[in-house]
């Protein structure tokens, strides 16, 4: 929760300092996905600060979601949102 307090720019910072750790180096989209929907909601400290525009150039869609307070990073709460669930859903039979 810590990171909620902090600027933008030092949760971003921070987030590029775990991607140059990693072995892929970072976000990386995989060839085989056309197009990814990014979904975030605000209080979810996993996913907040963690934008894929800058990385991605094309294919990306990002989408802000509210989920509730006590299960901000849980599966069910972020496929409770129709515009999430008709992304992945629309992409299953491809």
């Known amino acids: 929760m810590a990171a909620?307090?902090?600027?933008?720019?030092?949760?971003e910072r921070q987030v590029d300092s775990v991607y140059s750790r990693l072995?892929?180096?970072?976000?990386?989209?995989?060839?085989?996905?056309a197009?990814?929907?990014?979904?975030?909601?605000?209080?979810?400290?996993?996913?907040v600060g963690c934008p894929l525009g800058d990385d991605w150039a094309d294919g990306l869609s990002g989408l802000a979601v509210v989920n509730a307070r006590d299960r901000a990073h849980s599966i069910?709460?972020?496929?409770?949102?129709?515009?999430?669930?008709r992304s992945i859903g629309g992409h299953l039979g491809d």
């Open 35 to 47: 197009d990814w929907l990014n979904a975030g909601c605000p209080t979810d400290v996993v996913a």
């Open 23 to 33: 072995l892929v180096g970072g976000p990386k989209r995989p060839d085989i996905v």
């Open 76 to 85: 069910v709460e972020y496929l409770a949102h129709a515009e999430v669930a």
């Open 4 to 11: 909620l307090g902090r600027s933008r720019e030092e949760r």
